[in-house]
């Protein structure tokens, strides 16, 4: 979300109402109450099926106010949120969630140390291009490491929109934003150096486990 209003960020996780309003005039819900962790059961699965695996120190990349990391903890898995939003660092150190106000494309602890990096709920779309942040991811995993990465419903195409964030009082500045279906999640890998270790649809969000291609060692493991 380089580029972006983040107060207005901020303000939607303060409870204001907002949404994402695209250049073609369509308006985009934010579920901040999925963000917040107050959302219903299809949610909680689909959020414990993307962490299930990790089982070594996590990063979540654009963490929000941090209920993964936070869950992550209580099952004694190291991890560590990343967001640039000051609201969403605040909500997730209150919740006991270690968490640093940095862009992930910017410098950050242990890079090329993370055995798992989650880029959860549309964070494949920061910064509006899809390849850029997963070799971002990359960089940030050891040589075995594998990325989490939720995506959109298949047919969902691989778009980059101009967006910005709007309220009834407020109005942001216009951001690239990218959309990437599931079914786009190969393609994507193979372009980034990844291939793809396994996908799931759970609770009506999808799911993509990404291996580095050149690790063959832990495609055979698993
Ligand atoms: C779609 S929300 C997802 C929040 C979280 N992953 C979740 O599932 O609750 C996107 C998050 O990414 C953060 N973000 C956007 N651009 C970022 C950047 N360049 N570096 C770090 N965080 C960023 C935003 O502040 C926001 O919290």
């Not at 903890?73 to 939003?85: C, F, H, K, N, T």
């Amino acid at each position: 979300m380089i580029g972006a209003d983040f107060d207005l960020f901020d303000r939607a996780l303060a409870g204001e109402r907002c949404w994402m309003r695209a250049a073609d005039g369509t308006r985009l819900r934010l579920p901040t109450g999925r963000w917040l962790g107050l959302a219903g059961a299809g949610e909680c699965r689909a959020d414990h099926a993307l962490i299930r695996c990790c089982d070594g120190p996590t990063v979540d990349l654009g963490c929000g106010p941090g209920r993964l990391v936070a869950a992550l903890l209580r099952r004694g898995v190291l991890a560590l949120g990343i967001d640039i939003s000051p609201t969403a660092v605040a909500i997730s150190r209150f919740r006991g969630a270690p968490a640093l106000r940095r862009d992930l494309f910017g410098p950050l602890p242990g890079a090329g140390r993370w055995s798992y990096a989650i880029l959860a709920d549309g964070n494949i779309g920061i910064g509006g291009d899809p390849q850029r942040i997963l070799a971002r991811t990359a960089e940030l995993l050891t040589p075995d490491g594998v990325a989490i990465v939720e995506f959109g419903p298949p047919g969902a195409g691989s778009v980059t929109r101009r967006v910005r964030l709007e309220s009834r009082s407020h109005v942001g500045s216009w951001f690239s934003w990218a959309s990437v279906g599931i079914d786009h999640a190969e393609q994507l890998a193979h372009a980034t150096g990844f291939r793809v270790l396994n996908t799931a649809g759970v609770g009506g969000r999808h799911i993509a486990w990404l291996l580095r291609a050149d690790d063959t060692m832990k495609v055979n493991a698993r």
